[in-house]
Nanobody
Framework: QVQLVESGGGLVQPGGSLRLSCAAS????????MGWYRQAAGNQRELVAG???????NYADSVKGRFTISRDNAKNTVYLQMNSLKPEDTAVYYC????????????WGQGTQVTVSS
């Protein structure tokens, strides 16, 4: 059973930084794309950043220049470094992974709360 476990969320003041981690376990198959999504209260879940196995990245316009996604394929782990945080970044952050096991499957983590407030 594949599991994605996120960590690193919390409360931070505007302008501060946080680093999220998401480790995948339970799969011997290689992980294709990985990504971070977020869902603020009353809003739909939206893509924050994505990264391919080869390291190609993409970002939502709202986080470009402030957030950096990276991954360690040997550890099946994806990271999200968040700098210059704003109150509007407050949300539950979810990681996901696309894994090929005879067909492609999408897995989600349980989510980690990020709150940006003074």
């Amino acid at each position: 059973q594949v599991q994605l476990v996120e960590s690193g969320g919390g409360l931070v003041q505007p302008g501060g930084s946080l680093r999220l981690s998401c480790a995948a376990s339970g799969s011997s198959s290689s992980i294709d794309n990985m990504g971070w999504y977020r869902q603020a209260a009353g809003n739909q879940r939206e893509l924050v950043a994505g990264i391919t196995r080869g390291g190609t990245t993409n970002y939502a316009d709202s986080v470009k220049g402030r957030f950096t996604i990276s991954r360690d394929n040997a550890k099946n782990t994806v990271y999200l470094q968040m700098n210059s945080l704003k109150p509007e970044d407050t949300a539950v952050y979810y990681c996901n992974a696309k894994i090929y096991m005879g067909a492609y499957y999408i897995y989600w983590g349980q989510g980690t709360q990020v709150t940006v407030s003074s």
